[in-house]
């Protein structure tokens, strides 16, 4: 089968990395699917949906509890160094009060 996205490419097996989101949570897993060798857009089946949709009940209700493999980390906007450009965009966008 031919990539639709790119269509080039050749679509062929292949294991992929899926990451399922639940508010701040991310849960990483592999599932077979199909990937295009030239893009690398993946193509997953029904039962796959149907597959990552209960994976994502079941890590939302907490039946499952899988090992950690990191933490994410936020820092709040005043706290954040930004470029001079980034600062005068930011600046720029903010309305002009008097
Ligand atoms: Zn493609």
Same mark, same amino acid.
């Given at each position: 089968?031919?990539?639709?996205?790119?269509? !080039?490419?050749?679509?062929?097996? $292949?294991?992929?990395?899926?990451?399922?989101? /639940?508010?701040?949570?991310? %849960? %990483? !897993?592999?599932? @077979? #699917? @199909? &990937?295009?060798?030239?893009?690398?857009? #993946? *193509? *997953? $089946?029904?039962?796959? %949906? +149907?597959? %990552?949709?209960? =994976? &994502?009940?079941?890590? #939302?209700?907490?039946?499952?509890?899988? &090992? $950690? /493999?990191?933490?994410?980390? +936020?820092?709040? =906007?005043?706290?954040?160094?930004? $470029?001079? &450009?980034?600062?005068?965009?930011?600046? #720029?966008?903010?309305?002009?009060?008097?």
């Amino acid at each position: 089968m031919k990539c639709v996205i790119c269509k !080039t490419g050749e679509v062929t097996k $292949s294991p992929v990395q899926v990451e399922v989101k /639940v508010g701040y949570d991310h %849960l %990483l !897993t592999t599932v @077979e #699917a @199909e &990937r295009c060798v030239d893009c690398g857009e #993946a *193509y *997953y $089946s029904t039962e796959t %949906l +149907q597959q %990552l949709d209960r =994976l &994502r009940d079941d890590f #939302a209700r907490k039946q499952i509890t899988p &090992r $950690s /493999v990191g933490t994410v980390y +936020q820092i709040p =906007l005043e706290g954040v160094h930004m $470029s001079t &450009r980034f600062s005068r965009d930011v600046f #720029a966008a903010e309305p002009f009060v008097v």
